[in-house]
T-cell receptor, first 110, second 113 residues
């Protein structure tokens, strides 16, 4: 059974203080690892898909990386508007189901 | 692009009543997913469709839950009878083929009293 564990559960940063969120996964065969952002009262918003170890993708202050066992979401010089819950999910090669982690709730203080 | 549309946004009902949630996927997407999100269990896939055909319904919790997709632009999730433990936020998502990134709707917050 696929497992996805995200850490930390919550992270509080000062504006401009860079950090990383972790997503550890166990899957029999990885088709893709997905990162989403979720604001309160809204649906998850797609950020990135990573397909193979060593792959990196960037979008504004966010950079996602992937190894064979985990993914990191690096946030560089965050701003208060980056405050949200960040979810990662894995998809097996054998199917289309996404298995989500519990998320990391990020708060960036001005 | 209007994105995924869900209705209603909020639903409050009494135990035993029938609840129907509705979803309109993004035009051109051929895969549709229903998820449930709770504090205890996080985001869970209930069922998904490819080209209007149910492919995986292993996440549907009980026979009280049913989902249909009569055409490419409309899907329903029905709970009959509803119970307090069904209270959650229900999301619909769509994608161009089921292996691609999924785009989520705003969700329906269901409260069963």
């Amino acid at each position: 059974e696929d497992q996805v564990t995200q850490s930390p559960e919550a992270l509080r940063l000062q504006e401009g203080e860079s950090s990383s969120l972790n997503c550890s996964y166990t899957v029999s065969g990885l088709r893709g690892l997905f990162w989403y952002r979720q604001d309160p009262g809204k649906g998850p918003e797609f950020l990135f898909t990573l397909y193979s170890a060593g792959e990196e993708k960037e979008k504004e202050r966010l950079k996602a990386t992937l190894t064979k066992k985990e993914s990191f979401l690096h946030i560089t010089a965050p701003k208060p508007e980056d405050s949200a819950t960040y979810l990662c999910a894995v998809q097996e090669t054998s199917g289309s189901r996404l298995t989500f982690g519990e998320g990391t709730q990020l708060t960036v203080n001005p | 692009d209007a994105g995924v549309i869900q209705s209603p946004r909020h639903e409050v009902t009494e135990m035993g009543q029938e609840v129907t949630l509705r979803c309109k996927p993004i035009s051109g997407h051929n895969s549709l997913f229903w998820y449930r999100q709770t504090m205890m269990r996080g985001l869970e896939l209930l069922i998904y469709f490819n080209n209007n055909v149910p492919i995986d319904d292993s996440g549907m919790p009980e026979d009280r839950f049913s989902a249909k997709m009569p055409n490419a632009s409309f899907s329903t999730l029905k709970i009959q009878p509803s119970e307090p433990r069904d209270s959650a936020v229900y999301f619909c998502a769509s994608s161009f083929w089921s292996t691609n990134e999924q785009f989520f709707g705003p969700g329906t917050r269901l409260t069963v009293l």
